[in-house]
């Protein structure tokens, strides 16, 4: 009883409307296509209703298998590269191996784009060493708009490494001024500093090059501009019908099987006789001394 409520816990987010026009029709998505054409794909979820965030980390992984199997058909390369832009990457549930895919999906021409507001939640959810794997597989850091108490200011205050500057002191006696000089290391930029960067100021840190402190500007204003409304094909609610055993084996076989037998008084499917055709009216055998009356349905 214990297994089947555990099953049943696991099952309970599937019961929902919203996720059968999802999940039992035909997907949209081409893994083959996307790869190979130009084209974005955007998942779009309430923020609200957080039962659905685990499709998100079903979703990244099946295509993430899908397009490395493309991959693999050409030489373990693809044609052209994809981005994966997980916004929000901290919220959701943990993805299965994401640390694996942070590390084998570069040689593939496959870039991931983790985008985080803190390194806690990568902790929380792929612990301490899985945090740090897929932060070190990421060559680009691009970071700014801290909290006061951001912790993770720290961490990349550290990550930014130091600078050596002059300090001084100078002291005055009566008769006996004297002036001191030394050089000393400090952060290249203290906690402090990351968390009053003015907004729209970011810190870049990229593989082989030194830090640089940027603006960039937002995607509004490079002068984008959006074509029609794209309309997802709206599937309305089937209508749920009931059909006893005999009605079911009828349909099953109509659909399926190559030639069947039914027995006219009872409906039991008497056998199954290899052939092909199409589907005609039932024809009744004449009465003969067998036991049972038989009706030869021809299907395709």
Known sequence: MSVLST?????????DSEMEQILCFDTAVDAEKFVNKKS???????????????????????????????????EGKLKNRVVFYCDELGTLPAIDSLEL???????RRLTMVPIIQSFGQLEKNYGKEGSEIIVDNCQDTIFGGFAPNSQTAE?????MGSRTVMSGSISRGKNDPSQSLQMMERPLMTADELKSIPKGNFVVMKTGTHPMKTKLRLFL????????VYTVAERAHRKVTYADKQILEENIMRRHAAFIAIDTESGELLEEVSGSGTLHTPVTEPQTNTSKRRTHVRTS
């Open 40 to 74: 974005a794909l955007f998942i779009v979820l309430p923020e609200e209703d957080l039962t659905k965030y685990f499709m998100v980390s079903l979703m990244i992984q099946q295509l993430y298998r899908e397009i490395l199997a493309v991959a693999d058909e050409n």
């Open 221 to 228: 204003d490079w002068g984008i501009t959006f074509d029609s």
């Open 155 to 159: 961490v990349l205050s550290k990550a």
């Open 101 to 107: 895919i942070f590390s084998a999906s570069r040689s």
């Open 7 to 15: 099953v049943l816990s696991r099952l309970n987010s599937f019961l």
